[in-house]
C-alpha cells in the first residue's frame, strides 16, 4: 500500500476536495489506477476506525455523552434551577472559552490544509516528474511555445599570427514554435524565429522559417544571407527550399541502417529509462501560485543536480558503447573514459544563477522556464584551437633540433673515434670531453626547452655517458662505449616519443627508465598512470576556456492537446530532385574540340 497517496486523500479531503478532485490529480501526477483505489479503499477503512464522532448540539460543542451537572443550592433564595456548565459561567468567561475554541480548530484547520497543500506542492507536483513528462513526449507531445534565448562572451581574441580578431561575441533569438509528436512515423513542426549575431560594434538581423510535414522538410531561405549563399549556385529562384526526408534516408540507405542497427528499440529502451530515473531538477524554493497565460500554476526556484547528470551521461555512454561493440563504431575504454572525464569537467565548470519553473496546478505541465546560467566562451575556445596547433608546431619543431643535434653528435663522435680508436671520456656535466669542441664539432649542442609531451626536465637535457672498455690511446682517455639520452615529445623521424638514447648503433627511442627514480622518468606504459596524464592534459584544455559568458533562455508552453493546421508551399524548390536530375544528365562531347 502506498501511503503517501492515503495520506494525501485524506489530507486533501480535510481540505474540501472531493473524490473524484483527488483522484483526477493522482491520476495526472502519475500514480496507477489501481494504486489510486486501493489507497481510497485503505483510507475508508482507517476513517471507520477514528475516534468517536462528535455531536453538534445548537447551544456549542459538547460530548456526546456529557454528564449533567449537579444542581447548585444558594441559600436565602428561590430553589436553584439546574445548571448547565455554560449557563454557570460569567458572560466574560464563556464569551473567552469560546473564542479559545474557535482558534484552536482555527489552527487546526490550517495545519491539515497547509499540510495537504505542502504535500500536493511537493510531493505530487514536482518539477522533476514535469521535465520527465516533458522530455519524453508522454501527455505532452503535442503544443506551442514562444522561446528567447540570448548568449554574450565578453573577450576579445588575441592572436599575433593572425590578423583576425573577434571580441564582444553576441547572439539572439526569439521565436514561436510547435510541435506535435503524437504520430512518431510523421511528426509535425514548425518555427518562425528572428535572431541577430553581434560582434564588436557590428550586428546584423535575419529570420529563419521552417515546416516539418510528412516527412518533408520545408526551409524558408528568403533574404537570409547564409542560406542564400549555400542555396544561391542551385539556381532556385524561390523563397522556399523543400528536403524530402524519406529520400534523403534512402539514398544513405547503408548508412542509416547501420545508425538504426546501433539505436535498437532496446537501447532506446534503456537511454528513456536512464533519464526517467534521472531526477536533475530539483526544487529549491516554492515561490507561490501565478497565472500564465490564464492557467493556474505553481511557481519554484529550482536548482540542477550535477552529479546526477554526469551519473546519467557516464551511463549512457556504457550503453552506446556496449551497442557499438563489433559494429564498426568500437569506442576503446580508455576513450570512453576520456570521454566522461571531459563532460564531467564542463559540467564542474557550469553555474546556473537561476532556474525558475511555472507548473501547471492541475495538468502537471511545464507553461514556463527561466534560466541564468554563466556559459562557456566561444572566443577563449577560438583562442585555444588556435594556441594550441600552434604550441604543437612548437614541440614539433623542437623535437626535431633534438633529432639533428643527435646526428651531429653522432658525426662527431665517429670523427673522434676515427682518430682515438675510442669515445671520449666524460666532463662530469654529461658532456663529451677529451677535446671534442672545437675540432669535431664547434658547439656542444644543448637540449630546447621546455620539455615536451611527457617528458620530465630531468631527462629533457642532453646527457652523454661514455662505457665500455677504457684505456689512453695517444695521450686521451677514451672508451669503447657511449649512451647520450635525450627526450622526444611527440613520435618525431621515426623515433617514438619518450626517452630516446643515441649509441654508436643509432638511435633507440622509447626505452626504459635509466633512472632508480621513477618520478626522474615518463610512464612508458600504457598503464592507469597514463590514462592520468591523458585526463590532466584535457584538464589543462579545458582551464584554458573562460567560463565568463551569459545565458539567458525564458520559454513558455501553451495550448497543449490543440492541433495546429500546417500549410507547406506548394511551389518549394525540391533539392532531392535537382540533385537526382543532374546526376542523371547525360554528358554531351564536344567534337568540335576532338573530343
Not at 539514398?251 to 528513456?272: C, G, H, P, V
Not at 576520456?338 to 564542474?348: G, P
Request: proline share 5%; hydrophobic share 35%.
Amino acid at each position: 500500500m502506498e501511503i503517501e497517496v492515503v495520506n494525501y486523500i485524506k489530507e486533501a479531503r480535510a481540505h474540501g476536495l472531493t473524490d473524484l478532485e483527488i483522484k483526477q490529480n493522482l491520476l495526472k501526477a502519475g500514480w496507477e489506477a489501481h494504486v489510486v483505489d486501493d489507497g481510497f479503499a485503505h483510507a475508508k477503512v482507517t476513517d471507520a476506525k477514528a475516534a468517536e464522532p462528535v455531536k453538534i448540539e445548537s447551544k456549542g460543542l459538547q460530548p456526546q455523552k456529557a454528564d449533567p451537572i449537579k444542581p447548585v443550592a444558594v441559600s436565602a433564595k428561590p430553589a436553584a434551577v439546574p445548571l448547565t456548565l455554560a449557563e454557570e459561567m460569567p458572560a466574560q468567561k464563556k464569551t473567552w472559552s469560546v473564542m479559545r475554541l474557535s482558534l484552536i480548530l482555527i489552527v487546526i484547520l490550517l495545519v491539515l490544509g497547509s499540510g495537504a497543500y505542502a504535500y500536493f506542492v511537493y510531493g505530487f507536483n514536482n518539477p522533476s516528474k514535469v521535465w520527465d513528462k516533458f522530455a519524453s513526449g508522454g501527455k505532452s507531445n503535442m503544443y506551442r511555445g514562444t522561446v528567447q534565448f540570448s548568449y554574450t562572451d565578453p573577450n576579445s581574441l588575441q592572436s599575433s599570427t593572425s590578423p583576425f580578431t573577434l571580441s564582444k561575441l553576441g547572439f539572439q533569438f526569439k521565436g514561436d514554435f510547435y510541435v506535435n509528436q503524437a504520430d512518431a512515423a510523421k511528426p509535425e513542426s514548425d518555427s518562425d524565429v528572428q535572431y541577430t549575431v553581434s560582434y564588436g560594434n557590428t550586428s546584423f538581423s535575419t529570420g529563419l522559417q521552417y515546416i516539418l510535414k510528412d516527412n518533408v522538410f520545408y526551409l524558408n531561405v528568403g533574404d537570409n544571407p547564409l542560406l542564400s549563399a549555400i542555396f544561391g549556385s542551385t539556381g532556385n529562384k524561390q523563397p522556399w527550399i523543400k528536403f524530402d526526408l524519406q529520400k534523403l534516408q534512402n539514398s544513405s540507405s547503408t548508412e542509416f541502417s547501420q545508425f538504426n542497427d546501433i539505436l535498437n528499440a532496446n537501447l532506446k529502451t534503456d537511454l528513456e529509462k536512464i533519464w526517467s530515473d534521472t531526477k536533475i531538477v530539483k526544487i529549491d524554493k516554492y515561490m507561490g501560485r501565478e497565472k500564465i497565460n490564464g492557467v493556474n500554476t505553481f511557481h519554484f526556484k529550482n536548482t540542477l543536480d550535477k552529479q546526477a547528470l554526469k551519473t546519467a551521461f557516464g551511463q549512457m555512454a556504457d550503453k552506446l558503447q556496449q551497442a557499438t561493440a563489433g559494429k564498426g563504431g568500437n569506442v576503446s575504454q580508455s576513450d570512453l573514459d576520456s570521454m566522461k572525464f571531459v563532460v564531467n569537467a564542463l559540467v564542474d565548470k557550469v553555474e546556473i544563477k537561476d532556474m525558475e519553473t511555472w507548473i501547471g496546478a492541475t495538468d502537471f505541465r511545464l507553461y514556463k522556464v527561466h534560466i541564468d546560467s554563466n556559459a562557456p566562451s566561444l572566443v577563449s575556445a577560438v583562442q585555444v584551437m588556435i594556441d594550441e596547433p600552434l604550441m604543437s608546431a612548437r614541440n614539433k619543431s623542437r623535437d626535431a633540433k633534438r633529432i639533428a643535434d643527435m646526428r651531429q653528435m653522432a658525426s662527431a663522435l665517429e670523427l673522434y673515434y676515427n682518430d682515438y680508436n675510442g669515445y671520449p671520456e666524460s666532463d662530469g656535466h654529461g658532456n663529451p670531453a677529451g677535446g671534442t669542441t672545437p675540432t669535431y664539432i664547434g658547439i656542444i649542442p644543448t637540449a630546447p626547452t621546455p620539455a615536451d609531451g611527457t617528458c620530465t626536465d630531468y631527462f629533457n637535457s642532453y646527457w652523454y655517458q661514455p662505457s665500455g672498455t677504457k684505456q689512453t690511446i695517444n695521450g686521451k682517455t677514451v672508451y669503447s662505449d657511449y649512451t647520450l639520452t635525450f627526450c622526444l615529445g611527440l613520435n618525431t623521424g621515426g623515433y617514438e616519443a619518450g626517452i630516446a638514447q643515441l649509441s654508436p648503433s643509432g638511435i633507440k627511442g622509447n626505452i626504459p627508465c635509466p633512472s632508480s627514480k621513477q618520478s626522474d622518468c615518463v610512464n612508458l606504459d600504457n598503464t592507469t598512470n597514463t590514462d592520468k596524464t591523458v585526463q590532466q592534459e584535457i584538464q589543462d584544455t579545458i582551464d584554458k576556456l573562460q567560463f565568463n559568458g551569459t545565458l539567458n533562455v525564458d520559454a513558455n508552453y501553451h495550448d497543449y492537446g490543440k492541433t495546429k493546421t500546417l500549410t507547406p508551399p506548394t511551389d518549394a524548390y525540391d533539392v532531392m530532385k535537382a540533385i537526382e536530375d543532374r546526376e542523371n544528365q547525360p554528358i554531351i562531347f564536344n567534337s568540335a574540340a576532338g573530343l
